[in-house]
């Protein structure tokens, strides 16, 4: 029998989703129904990650409650920020945060118990936490005390009193609320498929979750934003970009931050996360660092045809933003809680395990020989 192979997956589609979707004609992104570049442009991260759970945006009054909810959840428990301490200084960020998440579903009561109501309450708490846990090992790898969340503060805003111990200029919070927007949900990518398959055989939130995170660490996944800030630190200078793309593809390697599994000409949200990364320069005065982003891009694009996708311009925002580059994937884990938590309350409400084929090309089935001696 020959099976036909979907490699990767690439092009089949496993099951329906209302949480967003992802036309491949128009390179376009929409949440619950809502072009993404608008939500960026109209409203805060906080409107957004309502949206996506509960598939409309919050009245005054909603918005005021659920702020309220993530205000009053931010802190962690002592022995969370122990275990947090605990671990090795050079422990990658990822790493760290998959550890309290799973941690968190050990100390969970609830963390098995079943419905939509539990489910979403856990996932507003992982929402409310991510940020205190990403700020603290922030810090201790600095050799700083932890600061303790504000119950006052907006969600961008408090992060960066966490991290920072000082909230920047609005552009930079604002930017920072933008990128956070953007990355809230993707339809069916590697990491949000690895959540819906953990939850596909009854296990809880947290696992799941915890999954998903190991899954965005890859750098051909979430792991790309750090990757690309790496890659132009490298790079170093706008007139070295041509040699080194050079010498890249001589090597057969993949460029970071260029190229989507979808997308294949442009990504809806790049040009405004690189408004975004652009602010960013403005207010720091990195002209150095943009020049080598435009000419980077402008060379690699016009030699392959491949477009940035939205790592390309949050890396050098991130970077901009003050914060240490393998945190920027926990930083994007502390957005897109919002949409595996939303994939997750979807594949429970109208579950089928997800186990599919393969086809076998190894040896043929022989006898076992009799045990020697
Ligand atoms: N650099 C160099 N060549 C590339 C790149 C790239 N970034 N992306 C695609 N190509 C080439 C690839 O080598 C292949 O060439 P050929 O046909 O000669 O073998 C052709 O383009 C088609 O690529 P593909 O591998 O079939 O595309 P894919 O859909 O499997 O891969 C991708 C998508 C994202 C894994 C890939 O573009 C990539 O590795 N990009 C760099 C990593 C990255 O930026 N990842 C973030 C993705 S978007 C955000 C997210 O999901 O978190």
Do not use: C
């Not at 309450?121 to 409310?128: D, G, S, T």
């Not at 907006?154 to 990355?183: C, G, H, Q, T, W």
């Not at 080194?244 to 989507?260: E, Q, T």
């Amino acid at each position: 029998m020959t099976e036909e192979i979907k490699k990767g997956l690439a092009g089949v589609v496993v099951d329906t989703t209302a949480v967003s979707k992802v036309v491949q004609e128009t390179n376009s992104l929409t949440y619950r129904g809502y072009p993404v570049q608008e939500l960026a442009a109209k409203r805060n991260f906080e409107d957004v990650a309502y949206l996506i759970w509960n598939g409309e945006l919050p009245t005054e009054e909603q918005l005021a409650e659920f702020k309220a909810r993530e205000h009053a959840q931010r802190e962690i428990s002592p022995e969370l920020v122990d275990i947090i301490l605990g671990l090795p200084k050079d422990a990658h960020p990822m790493h760290v945060v998959q550890t309290a998440v799973a941690y968190l579903g050990a100390v969970d009561p609830d963390a098995d118990t079943e419905g939509e109501e539990a489910n979403l309450e856990k996932a507003e708490r992982l929402y409310a936490q991510l940020p205190t846990i990403v700020a603290i090992d922030h810090r201790r790898r600095h050799g700083l005390d932890p600061v303790a969340p504000t119950t006052d503060l907006d969600y961008a805003a408090n992060f960066f009193k966490m991290v920072f111990d000082e909230v920047p200029a609005e552009e930079v919070v604002r930017s920072f609320d933008i990128s956070m927007i953007l990355y809230a949900e993707h339809s069916f990518n590697a990491s949000t498929f690895t959540a819906r398959v953990i939850t596909s055989t009854t296990s809880d939130l947290y696992s799941a979750v915890a999954g998903a995170i190991g899954a965005l660490k890859g750098p051909l996944h979430g792991g790309a934003n750090e990757a690309v800030m790496a890659m132009l630190e490298e790079v170093g200078t706008a007139d070295r970009a041509s040699a080194w793309i050079d010498d890249a593809l001589a090597r057969k390697a993949k460029i970071m931050g260029f190229g989507h599994r979808v997308y294949k000409n442009g990504d809806s949200r790049v040009p405004t996360m690189r408004k975004a990364f652009e602010d960013m320069a403005a207010v720091k005065g990195a002209n150095d660092l943009l020049d080598l982003y435009n000419t980077f891009e402008e060379d690699f694009v016009s030699r392959k045809g491949i477009y940035p996708n939205l790592d390309y311009p949050s890396g050098p925002a991130y970077h901009l933003m003050g914060f240490d580059t393998d945190q920027f994937t926990p930083i994007f884990v502390m957005s897109r809680i919002t949409g595996w938590t939303a994939h997750i309350l979807e594949q429970q409400a109208n579950n089928a395990l997800i186990r599919p084929l393969s086809a076998y090309d190894g040896e043929p089935q022989r006898e076992v020989p009799d045990a020697r001696g």
